[in-house]
């Protein structure tokens, strides 16, 4: 849960050989100023995954504009977004009702209408995680 005050890090723990503790390390964004945790309130969040994941990735950097069809469907996006706000702002009642436009929740973008997108069809809003499991022969 977000904190006043201060911002948890992130880090990768390599759990499947570690056996030392972890620390939970935070940032505190203000100064001279009290942070408390109640009692039972999340602290953190652990998500696992594999570090080959992360290897193998091959993140590169390109401009936009060199991605014709990215580049219309983001302009598209902005301008949108710019006539949403804009319509909030002037309390129009049927932006005040929708609130926000949802596209990415509903896997859609201002280029396809209402329809998903067809690349988004495995978009989940929802994920069912497993609780911990127990271990008793290996500790595995």
């Known amino acids: 849960m977000p ?3 201060i911002s948890p890090l992130e880090g990768l723990v390599e759990t ?10 935070w940032k505190f964004t203000r100064s001279a100023t009290w942070v408390e945790f109640a009692r039972n309130e999340p602290i953190c969040m652990i998500v696992p995954i594999q570090l080959d994941l992360l290897e193998n990735a091959r993140p590169s950097i390109m401009e936009i504009e060199k991605n014709i069809e990215t580049s219309r469907n ?9 006539d949403f706000n804009e319509r909030l702002r002037n309390r129009e009642p049927e932006a ?4 926000w436009q949802r596209y990415y929740f509903r896997g859609s973008a201002p280029h396809a209408g209402s329809e998903p997108i067809p690349e988004a069809s495995a978009h989940r809003t929802r994920l069912t995680l497993g609780e911990f499991a127990e271990t008793t022969e290996t500790g595995k």
């Open 74 to 82: 983001y302009r598209l996006w902005c301008q949108s977004c710019r």
């Open 16 to 25: 499947d050989w570690a056996v030392a503790a972890v620390t939970m390390n």
């Open 96 to 99: 005040l009702k929708q609130g």
């Open 3 to 5: 904190k006043d005050a």
